[in-house]
């Protein structure tokens, strides 16, 4: 049990020593220095005791001084002068007693017995953080640095409808959520929502620009991802046509995406002249990284190891790379976005386009389909295509209007009883933007050609250019 002094006067003295008898565990012992009885609790705990009298009397406090040895002192008072005075009384009697004041006057001590505690700063930093789109973080806890930050999800934001498990934490990390005024348990596969309330933990400039890239409804992909692109060549599989479309289009996207480096992987570089041209394509680019592998260390054991020194965001595959569904899979459990390119040039993209499927699955993505269309300037289409006519997809539509709105953009809905397959075969120059699921990486059999999944249909072909982001299967 230890002992700790409080001595209280002024316009806080009644709402302070309020809390601390509230905050009574019974794990201390507290001597209450009080000058006034109206400051005084109807409510008075065995382990407090009180005593009225002037604190600034060195004869009187050196009573209680001399009576227990206290670990801490606590001081509020209504006047500069006594709080010195008190102070210098304390040190008089324990010189190395730790004491926290309420300063209200710019008291300035250089001592590293006396934590001083700002009450206009904390009041202004109190009534700031009331206002919209100002972060709220912890002042009086650890390094008191502002280490700990809670966080309202937005609507629009690039976090929301992301489950904690997808996003990259580095230096921060989420340990607390508030949904409808209840804590929620933290775990990898919980989605975070709009008007989530999250609290974070890490370096005070990490969790501002953490704030930053939550708080926004602007593009910001790839962010929570990571914060760069990564595109993966193989010159012994891909042709030497591929290779070189794919190095363009990763500078285009390099150009038009919020990243901050395209890191370019050669595997298996067996033609000379392919890479003299991958080079010439790349040189003179500070924000483009070019790595040969020239050992043969595999898709799976290069990608492993690359994602985390790059800080990858965001992977390139060209079309030709999933013929090997056995390998490319493993990219899966790494929870990252997948641009598949296909036969069109992404530098000819004009519109986003979705067609809708689960709605647990698109409601996941949808925050990125408005956050690629604003990066890449583009007209948005949700296709709600049944041709059985027995789905009622209304709520999936309503949200995705309700996000349109949020992020101040337009969207056409088309709602048919047409064939996928028929309505992707008439589009051009598009990006489509479908959730990463295991499914699409097993094989099909020929009786299976008949399948009526829209995801599986679209992953199948290469026509498109496809974005596909990871989402939580159940």
């Avoid at 992909?221 to 914060?227: A, K, L, Q, T, V």
């Avoid at 010159?235 to 990763?250: F, G, P, R």
């Avoid at 680019?285 to 985390?308: R, W």
Wanted: hydrophobic residues 40%; proline residues 4%.
């Amino acid at each position: 049990m230890k002992k700790i002094l409080i001595i209280l006067d002024g316009i806080v003295a009644k709402k302070l020593l309020h809390r601390i008898v509230e905050s009574n565990t019974g794990e201390n012992y507290y001597d209450v220095v009080y000058i006034n009885d109206q400051i005084m609790t109807t409510k008075k705990p065995s382990n407090f005791t009180f005593y009225k009298f002037d604190p600034t009397s060195f004869s009187k406090l050196s009573m209680i001084l001399d009576k227990d040895v206290h670990t801490v002192a606590l001081i509020a008072l209504n006047s500069k002068d006594d709080m010195l005075n008190v102070i210098e009384n304390i040190k008089r009697k324990k010189a190395n007693m730790q004491i926290n004041i309420l300063d209200y006057w710019g008291i300035e001590l250089k001592d590293p017995y006396v934590n001083i505690y700002k009450g206009i700063d904390v009041l202004a930093n109190g009534m700031v953080e009331r206002l919209p789109n100002i972060p709220v973080v912890a002042q009086n806890i650890g390094l008191r640095q502002g280490e700990i930050m809670e966080i309202r999800i937005p609507f629009g934001s690039s976090y929301a409808y992301r489950y904690i498990g997808s996003i990259e934490q580095v230096d921060w990390k989420i340990f607390g959520l508030y949904r409808n005024d209840r804590l929620i348990s933290v775990k990898p596969s919980l989605i975070l929502k709009p008007n989530d309330v999250i609290l974070i933990i890490g370096k005070p400039k990490v969790l501002m620009q953490v704030y930053n890239a939550m708080s926004k409804n602007e593009g910001q992909f790839p962010m929570p991802f990571g914060h760069n692109i990564y595109l993966y060549l193989d010159l012994y599989s891909q042709k030497e046509y591929e290779v070189i479309k794919a190095v363009k289009e990763a500078k285009f996207l390099n150009e038009k995406l919020k990243n901050r480096k395209l890191i370019v992987k050669v595997t298996r570089p067996s033609n000379v002249g392919i890479m003299n041209m991958i080079k010439a394509e790349l040189v003179g680019f500070d924000s483009i990284i070019l790595e040969i592998d020239y050992h043969n260390m595999g898709f799976k054991e290069i990608i492993a190891k690359d994602v985390k020194r790059f800080d990858v965001g965001l992977f390139m595959l060209s079309y030709e790379l999933f013929a090997n569904k056995l390998e490319i899979k493993e990219i899966i459990n790494l929870r990252i976005p997948i641009l598949k390119m296909g036969l069109k040039k992404v530098e000819k993209i004009q519109e986003t386009v979705v067609v809708l499927d689960d709605k647990k699955s698109y409601e996941q993505i949808s925050p990125i389909v408005f956050d690629i269309s604003s990066q890449l300037k583009t007209k948005t289409k949700i296709y709600n295509l049944d041709p059985l006519g027995v789905e009622n997809k209304t709520d999936i539509l309503d949200h995705f209007e309700n996000l349109a709105k949020i992020f101040n953009q337009k969207i056409q809905l088309i709602s048919d009883e047409k064939n996928p397959i028929r309505v992707l075969k008439e589009q051009s120059d598009i990006l489509q933007i479908m959730p990463l699921k295991q499914s699409m990486f097993k094989k099909r059999y020929f009786y299976e050609f008949f399948y009526t999944n829209s995801d599986l249909i679209a992953f199948d072909s290469n026509r498109f250019n496809q974005l596909l982001i990871p989402v939580v299967e159940e």
